[in-house]
């Protein structure tokens, strides 16, 4: 599967995977600063984005999605990988599943066990737009507003929006399948052996993602954590913190 993507920079490569609903996009501003001192990756995971559509989708098949795109970079020597939220446990995947591949393991605001869900109120109303019909961006919005209240969330949404030529839009997201494995991106990451290398999680303040007690099973998995906290922010810390994230990612690679 060739996954879509776009790279600035020069220097050690850094890749880096969004979370579910996400695009490469979502991670451009961070990419470019990054990109002063390193080759940046910014991928579109399976069934998001512009990668291509699969009926699979699971953390299994998205790190091996990972191996064959480093494989076609010739990224033998391995890369740092970033990932936030679905993208962090991905990445987490991948170090267990490849350890000589990744040279530092930087995770956003996600830990590697199941979750509960939370993303039911969100499939339901991107299923409930009859995207043929809509006029334009602000029409989509008035939609999406009446099932989420949250502009920022309806914003972040609206990027999987791409017009059709003969009218109307459709996703960019592969949404039938993400709902369909729901469980599979809820679902804990795990490998015969711990990940030895360094490793960076970074949790939001006032997110609920990351809690106190997942600091021992990320330390069974990733011995070598270092577990900081960005006061303020929420889930999307690369979003709402960009600059303390920043800092953060630039010392942990230095």
Known sequence: ?????????????????????????????????????????????????????????????????????MESHWMYDGAHVIGHSMGGKTAMQFALDHPDLVKKLVVVDIAPKAYNGGHHEIFDALFSMDLDKIADRSEADSLLAEKIKEPDVRLFLMKNLSRKKEGGYEF?????????????????????????????????????????????????????????????????????????????VGKFLE
């Open 172 to 248: 960019k997201m592969n949404l039938p399948a993400l709902y369909k494995h729901y469980d599979n991106i809820l679902a804990a990451v795990s490998g015969e052996h711990p990940f030895e290398g360094p490793s960076l999680f970074i949790r939001g303040g006032r997110s609920r993602h990351m809690e106190d007690g997942d600091e021992v099973l990320i330390k069974k998995l990733f011995p070598q954590a270092i577990i900081e906290t960005v006061a303020g922010a929420g889930h999307w810390v690369h979003a709402e913190k960009p600059e303390e994230l920043l800092k953060l």
């Open 1 to 69: 599967m060739e996954l879509n993507y776009k790279t600035f920079g020069q220097g050690d490569p850094v890749i880096i995977l969004h979370g579910l609903f996400g695009t490469l996009d979502n991670w451009q501003t961070i990419a470019r600063k990054l990109a002063e001192h390193y080759s940046v990756y910014i991928l579109d995971q399976r069934n998001h984005g512009r990668s291509p559509h699969s009926e699979t989708h699971d953390y299994p098949s998205m790190a091996e999605d990972l191996r064959q795109f």
